[in-house]
C-alpha cells in the first residue's frame, strides 16, 4: 500500500493568514491527490482532486500543487470557516490511502 | 443536491455483527460507485470498502476482509455494510462517500465527491 505523510500534524493561524500543507507519498502517484476538509459533526467535503483542480463550490482561495511524490494544499487567507482538519488522499492505486491529517487552530 | 444518510451504528460486543445503511438521494444513484471510510477515535481516515454502481464488483481493504461485506439495492437508492465478527479496533465513524466515477478504479479513481454525517459504531463489552 502507499504511505502518504503530511507536515506539519497541526497548525495555528490568524484569519487572514496564508497556511500551507504538505503531503508526502511514498511512491510516485503522478497527480493523483485528493485533499479533503474534515469538521467534528460534519459531512467531510472534497476540496481539490487530481493535485490541483478545484472541486466545483470550493472558494478560490483554496489551491493545490505537486505532482510525483510531493504536494502541498494552499490557503490564500485563512477563513474562520476554514479550521479544520485537512486530509490527503491518493488515487493512484488501490487501496487509497490517506495522509493522518493536519489540524489548523486559530492562533 | 447529493445527500447521504447513514444510519445503523451503535455498541455492540465483540464479535458481534452490524448492519449499517447509507441512503442517497440527488444523483443517478446506479451511476456512482459507492465506498465506505471510517474514523476511530483520535485518528485519520481509513477507507473499508467500495462496490460498483451494478454492485457486480466489490473491494475491501485487507484489515476488514472476510468480515465486511458491502452491498447495494438500487431500487432503493441505498448502499449497506454488513460487519461481521467485530472487534474493539473496529470502533469508529463510519462515513458513507459517494465516487466521482465507477469501479474498476483506474489511476485516479477513488475521488469522493459527497460524503454522509457518519455513524458511530462501538465495539465494547
Known amino acids: 500500500d502507499i504511505q502518504m505523510s503530511q507536515s506539519p500534524s497541526s497548525l495555528s493561524a490568524s484569519v487572514g493568514d496564508r497556511v500551507t500543507i504538505t503531503c508526502r507519498a511514498s511512491q510516485s502517484i503522478s497527480k493523483y491527490l485528493n485533499w479533503y476538509q474534515l469538521k467534528p459533526g460534519k459531512a467531510p467535503k472534497l476540496l481539490i482532486y487530481a493535485a490541483s483542480s478545484l472541486q466545483s463550490g470550493v472558494p478560490s482561495r483554496f489551491s493545490g500543487s505537486g505532482s510525483g511524490t510531493d504536494f502541498t494544499l494552499t490557503i490564500s487567507s485563512l477563513q474562520p470557516e476554514d479550521f479544520a482538519t485537512y486530509y490527503c488522499q491518493q488515487s493512484y492505486s488501490t487501496p487509497p490511502t490517506f495522509g493522518q491529517g493536519t489540524k489548523v487552530e486559530i492562533k | 443536491e447529493v445527500q447521504l444518510l447513514e444510519s445503523g451504528g451503535g455498541l455492540v460486543q465483540p464479535g458481534g455483527s452490524l448492519r449499517l445503511s447509507c441512503a442517497a438521494a440527488?444523483?443517478?444513484?446506479?451511476?456512482?460507485?459507492m465506498s465506505w471510510v471510517r474514523q476511530a477515535p483520535g485518528k485519520g481516515l481509513e477507507w473499508v470498502s467500495a462496490?460498483?454502481?451494478?454492485?457486480?464488483?466489490?473491494y475491501s481493504a485487507d484489515s476488514v476482509k472476510g468480515r465486511f461485506t458491502i452491498s447495494r439495492d438500487n431500487s432503493k437508492n441505498t448502499v449497506y455494510l454488513q460487519m461481521k465478527s467485530l472487534r474493539a479496533e473496529d470502533t469508529a465513524v463510519y462515513y458513507c462517500?459517494?465516487?466521482?466515477?465507477?469501479?474498476?478504479?483506474?489511476?485516479?479513481?477513488?475521488?469522493?465527491?459527497?460524503w454522509g454525517q457518519g455513524t458511530l459504531v462501538t465495539v465494547s463489552s
Open positions: 440527488g444523483f443517478t444513484f446506479s451511476n456512482y460507485a
Open positions: 462517500a459517494k465516487d466521482m466515477g465507477e469501479l474498476p478504479w483506474l489511476a485516479g479513481g477513488a475521488k469522493f465527491d459527497y
Open positions: 462496490i460498483s454502481g451494478s454492485g457486480g464488483t466489490t
